[in-house]
């Protein structure tokens, strides 16, 4: 639908959300998948760290509402996963 809405609005194609559909399953259809590769690691080795925006806390030295952080690091082996709520996204933190 993207696809289609650019077409009519950058190239003033008239032509039908069905044609675009056509075409684009027959690209799909000519690449080859996508390959999967399962990652191992030992225990201990390796660990994954993101950060995800969580909601507003208040901050108990300023007393003000704040925007919060989730700190989530998972253990690559067993998948465990080490949550905890920061103010900021900073290596220090």
């Given at each position: 639908?993207?696809?289609?809405?650019?077409?009519?609005?950058?190239?003033?194609?008239?032509?039908?959300?069905?044609?675009?559909?056509?075409?684009?399953?027959?690209?799909?259809?000519?690449?080859?998948p996508?390959?999967?590769?399962?990652?191992?690691?030992?225990?201990?080795?390796?660990?994954?760290?993101?950060?995800?925006?969580?909601?507003q806390?208040?901050?108990?030295?300023?007393?003000?509402?704040?925007?919060?952080?989730?700190?989530?690091?998972?253990?690559?082996?067993?998948?465990?996963?080490?949550?905890?709520?920061?103010?900021?996204?900073?290596?220090?933190?």
């Amino acid at each position: 639908m993207v696809i289609h809405a650019a077409l009519k609005r950058e190239h003033g194609s008239s032509g039908h959300y069905s044609s675009v559909r056509r075409s684009v399953a027959a690209i799909e259809r000519e690449r080859p998948p996508d390959a999967t590769v399962r990652l191992s690691f030992a225990p201990g080795e390796a660990a994954q760290v993101d950060f995800g925006s969580d909601p507003q806390l208040v901050d108990s030295t300023t007393s003000e509402l704040r925007r919060t952080w989730a700190f989530v690091m998972t253990l690559c082996f067993s998948r465990h996963q080490y949550v905890e709520f920061v103010w900021d996204q900073s290596v220090r933190t």
